[in-house]
């Protein structure tokens, strides 16, 4: 049987390449993948500092179950333009950054040690999607994700598709197509079983057939009593093909889902039913490490889009993202939406002919991931260009006849060759562009954007962003108008039933080049900061989500009265799903406040707005009076649900540490991610406590990053990597207002 174990450990790593040396050990340090091949600081860096190239070796012994077998590398990512050599000799070269590649050692393997060289380059090759042009974030260089060592028969299984035709039928079918290889010389002769598992691993159906071809058609029927894959209850199953040929047995197995995802004129459905969409975009980056994170942190941003923001779609900008994440995807019930390497720019004949192989690399990967309802076939807001996205629609199409392609744009009267016209709307904030001539609007009606005689599928998927960048620690009245633009595009959004859902742009703030951002290297664009710490715009999106699923109540304000121009709190925008919000202020004031469905008729959950229709000018104390402490209260039902206090004198009280997990993974190079909040008495952040706090990590596992790190708008964070030992691990964070706080975790 097939025998495929990590990879990751005693690679030996080092700056530069020398092709004449590939055949010879070289100096260097001795790393765990995933690898950054340079950690950068959290701003103010040069980003060309990786822009060059490296070098990994590896040495593997001959070992006696390799005989006869077929053995490889399997790279799940490596950026970029990847050579590898064993023992001097070049076996595969791969230019892609995000998409996996295997390196077949049988052949070049001698008794003894035998020595991996990979060579990677950070450099921005033109030629290479997605560089050429100018591109709004960094793609940081290193072996970033897992290496796997993979042992199998001469003739084995080479990739699995599965379709559901008849998914929504009391009776499903599942067919699925096996694809078959064989090393030089060997005949594809043998018997193949496939046996359909349920999550409990219990045998549903199985069948045999004789190999006759390098693909073979598999087929089960009316198989009754198996469940949906929605994102309530993302029902997943195992398709599970062993092949037993004269050479030897090979196995392997896909998961799957049964669904329906249609976009139509009328919106998305989901099996069968209409669903918005409200999502948000994500990259795969993290501060100081890059991409380089391992499986936990990839399934924990997941769980924020999916359980903190209640989000029900990511979208991958601008890349195939980690497999880690897809597979958290489907076993959560987050919609994805994924697309290939590109940002605008799109390059010569050679480059396009890449950026296709591209799209048949990212398919034939990610095809089974019942997540998965979109391909993204079109470069990132680029131009049109007939010939290179005839093709590869075409290429999607016949790869994977089962899904929708899409474009993302944000020029109008574009080419629509795509099934579903996605535009990137950033009219909100434009009326106060040079030449401007019209008033504020939310969302364009998407026949002024296609340019088309009748209403298609249709979905926003950016808005927001450079049109409004804000930073968690801005002016509490910047921080409300973030707040108010992201709800009026979701609210415009809602209100149309030919757009099928809005993404908005993005999820969390990410580095980028120089020419992008806040000139420190950081794009503030994210509903959260780089730490994945919510501004008050991410409360827009998981107020939107049904009490029952949670009770939600945040006021986007710091409770401050000189805070805002002129002074005062109104409008004090209250993100909630609650039925009313009654706010009290002082000992005197107390008013009950429902959802303001006049400005946000189409939300299913407005927020409430308490402004001059509920307060008089002086009801809340004039300038020069005493500022008084507040309260607000949540009902649904007439019953309290949810209350926050408010002080007058906010002071340093807690040094809140959260840690996402109690245990890490030693076996693998994984992360825990911790937030560290400054608290007043009431619980509340506060926002303009920027100190120092200092970060002591001892026992198994090591700090990412600098051990001190600065509390801005009131948090920060940061993350400890597992080092390959079980064990326990201590973490103690100070900083001179606080009592220290200590962690445990165990390394398992």
């Not at 597979?327 to 296709?356: M, N, T, Y």
């Amino acid at each position: 049987m097939r025998n495929t174990t990590l990879f990751n450990d005693n690679w030996i790593f080092a700056a530069g390449f020398d092709k004449a040396a590939v055949g010879a050990p070289l100096k260097g340090e001795t790393v765990r993948l995933p690898h950054n091949a340079l950690d950068l600081p959290l701003n103010y860096f040069d980003e060309k500092a990786y822009q060059k190239p490296f070098t990994y070796q590896k040495v593997i012994a001959w070992a006696p179950e390799f005989e006869g077998k077929q053995v490889s590398v399997v790279f799940d990512g490596a950026m970029a333009d990847a050579v590898v050599y064993v023992n001097g000799t070049e076996v595969v070269a791969h230019k892609d950054g995000y998409t996996p590649f295997e390196a077949v050692l049988t052949g070049h393997l001698k008794q003894g040690d035998n020595l991996i060289t990979v060579k990677i380059d950070g450099s921005e090759n033109p030629e290479i999607p997605p560089f050429g042009g100018r591109i709004d974030y960094l793609t940081y260089a290193g072996i970033y994700r897992d290496a796997w060592l993979k042992i199998a028969s001469p003739i084995s299984i080479e990739n699995i598709k599965i379709e559901t035709p008849v998914a929504l039928a009391d009776k499903k079918s599942v067919t699925a197509r096996v694809d078959l290889r064989a090393a030089a010389g060997l005949a594809l002769e043998g018997t193949l079983t496939l046996s359909l598992k349920s999550a409990d691993g219990k045998v549903i159906a199985s069948t045999e057939k004789t190999v006759s071809g390098a693909s073979e058609i598999v087929s089960f029927t009316d198989m009754a009593g198996l469940s949906i894959w929605e994102p309530e209850n993302p029902v997943l199953y195992t398709l599970e093909a062993v092949l037993v040929t004269a050479s030897g047995t090979d196995n392997l197995s896909a998961n799957f889902g049964f669904r329906t995802a249609q976009f139509t004129p009328e919106g998305f459905f989901l099996n069968g039913k209409p669903l918005k969409i409200r999502g948000l975009n994500r990259h795969q980056s993290w501060p100081y490490t890059g991409y380089a994170m391992g499986k936990r942190a990839q399934e924990r941003d997941a769980e924020i889009m999916k359980y903190d923001l209640k989000c029900n779609l990511v979208r991958t900008s601008h890349y195939p993202q980690s497999p880690w994440f897809l597979d958290h995807c489907d076993r959560i019930g987050l919609l994805v939406f994924e697309e290939i390497p590109g940002w605008q720019h799109i390059g010569g004949k050679d480059w396009q002919a890449e950026s296709v192989k591209n799209v048949e690399r990212m398919i034939r990967r990610d095809w089974n991931h019942p997540s998965i309802i979109l391909w993204g076939v079109r470069i990132n807001e680029s131009q049109d260009n007939h010939d290179f996205y005839v093709e590869t629609n075409k290429t999607a199409r016949a790869l994977d006849p089962t899904r929708q392609t899409g474009g993302v744009r944000y020029i109008t009267d574009s080419e629509f060759l795509e099934d579903v016209f996605t535009m990137n709307d950033f009219v909100l904030g434009s009326e106060e562009m040079p030449g401007a001539n019209r008033g504020r609007i939310p969302l364009r009606d998407q026949q002024e954007c296609t340019g088309l005689k009748q209403k298609v599928p249709y979905i926003i998927t950016e808005f927001g962003g450079h049109m409004y960048p804000t930073k968690r620690h801005d002016q509490e009245q910047r921080q409300a108008e973030h707040v108010t633009r992201h709800l009026q595009v979701l609210n415009a959004m809602y209100g149309d039933p030919s757009i099928s859902g809005a993404i908005g742009w993005c999820m969390f703030d990410y580095n980028t080049h120089k020419d992008f951002g806040s000139g420190d290297r950081i794009c503030h664009h994210g509903v959260m900061d780089i730490f994945r710490e919510p501004k008050f715009a991410a409360y827009a999106y998981k107020s939107q989500c049904e009490p029952s699923d949670e009770v939600v109540m945040q006021p986007a304000s710091f409770w401050a009265r000189g805070e805002r121009n002129i002074g005062g709190i109104l409008p004090l925008i209250v993100l909630t799903n609650c039925d009313e919000v009654e706010i009290s202020y002082g000992s005197g004031i107390r008013k009950r406040v429902g959802p303001d469905r006049e400005r946000f008729p189409h939300l299913p959950h407005p927020p409430v707005v308490i402004d001059h229709r509920h307060f008089s000018k002086d009801e809340l104390g004039l300038w020069g009076m005493e500022w008084q402490p507040g309260e607000l209260v949540g009902f649904i039902d007439g019953k309290e649900v949810a209350r926050m206090a408010m002080v007058a004198d906010p002071v340093p009280a807690t040094l809140q540490v959260v840690a996402d997990d109690k245990t890490l993974p030693a076996a693998t190079k994984d992360q825990v991610r911790f937030i560290v909040r400054a608290l007043d008495q009431a619980g509340n952040i506060l926002p303009f406590l920027d100190e120092p706090v200092h970060v002591e990590v001892s026992g198994v596992a090591k700090l990412l990053g600098p051990e001190t790190i600065i509390l801005t708008g009131g948090a920060t964070g940061f993350w400890i990597e597992s080092t390959g030992t079980t064990g326990a691990v201590t973490v103690k964070v100070s900083s001179p207002r606080f009592a220290t706080q200590t962690l445990s975790l165990s390394a398992v």
